[in-house]
Antibody, heavy 117, light 111 residues
Framework: DVQLVESGGGLVQSGGSLRLSCAASGFTFSSYSMTWVRQAPGKGLEWVSYISSDSGTIYYADSVRGRFTISRDNAKNSLYLQMNSLRADDTAVYYC??????????WGQGTLVTVSS | QSVLTQPPSVSGAPGQRVTISCTGSSSNIGTGYDVHWYQQLPGTAPKLLIYGNNNRPSGVPDRFSGSKSGTSASLAITGLQAEDEADYYCQSYDSSLSSWVFGGGTKLTVL
């Protein structure tokens, strides 16, 4: 079974940094594109970033471009999101998910990031 | 303001049929990008419910179906059950934004 487990969330001050990780198992991680999606408390889903299977194609939402960096280590079956210059509106649960073309097939349970001002 | 527009809430009695609409524009649904639907049960992560407008992943009951026409799409749920009470999100891709986009979500209440 596909399993995605996020970690690295927590409380950080505005302007600070945090690195999220997503450990993948149960599938051939190196064959799948991956994505990060976030959900602010009580709000809807927002796509954050996408990375292709070989890291050759990377996209970011306008709201995080220049501050967040997505990466992956296929040897470690892991996906990462480096978040810098964090703001209060970055407060959200961050989910990693497999990206099967244009949709998001399997999701992790999420990790909560809280940015205090 | 979400790029895709969904009603904030819908409701129905057990056994009934409900539909959830998702309205986009010529830069996303209207230009041919597929619509996908996710179900988020209370306190859990989203789960893929419908992909490619009308395809169900393995394990999703055939009570759930999707359709797309023009710049809009719909999710239909027949034989409503208490366990269907959740938030539902539509999703597509927007060529003007070069971004994957979601609807604002619809809360389904089973009366």
């Amino acid at each position: 079974d596909v399993q995605l487990v996020e970690s690295g969330g927590g409380l950080v001050q505005s302007g600070g940094s945090l690195r999220l990780s997503c450990a993948a198992s149960g599938f051939t991680f190196s064959s799948y594109s991956m994505t990060w999606v976030r959900q602010a408390p009580g709000k809807g889903l927002e796509w954050v970033s996408y990375i292709s299977s070989d890291s050759g194609t990377i996209y970011y939402a306008d709201s995080v471009r220049g501050r967040f960096t997505i990466s992956r280590d296929n040897a470690k079956n892991s996906l990462y999101l480096q978040m810098n210059s964090l703001r209060a509106d970055d407060t959200a649960v961050y989910y990693c998910a497999t990206a099967s073309g244009w949709y998001f097939q399997s999701w992790g349970q999420g990790t909560l990031v809280t940015v205090s001002s | 303001q979400s790029v895709l527009t969904q009603p904030p809430s819908v409701s129905g009695a057990p056994g009934q049929r409900v539909t959830i609409s998702c309205t986009g524009s010529s830069s996303n649904i209207g230009t041919g990008y597929d619509v996908h639907w996710y179900q988020q049960l209370p306190g859990t992560a989203p789960k893929l419910l419908i992909y490619g407008n009308n395809n169900r992943p393995s394990g999703v009951p055939d009570r759930f179906s999707g359709s797309k026409s023009g710049t809009s799409a719909s999710l239909a749920i027949t034989g409503l059950q208490a366990e269907d009470e959740a938030d539902y999100y539509c999703q597509s891709y927007d060529s003007s934004l070069s971004s994957w986009v979601f609807g604002g979500g619809t809360k389904l209440t089973v009366l």
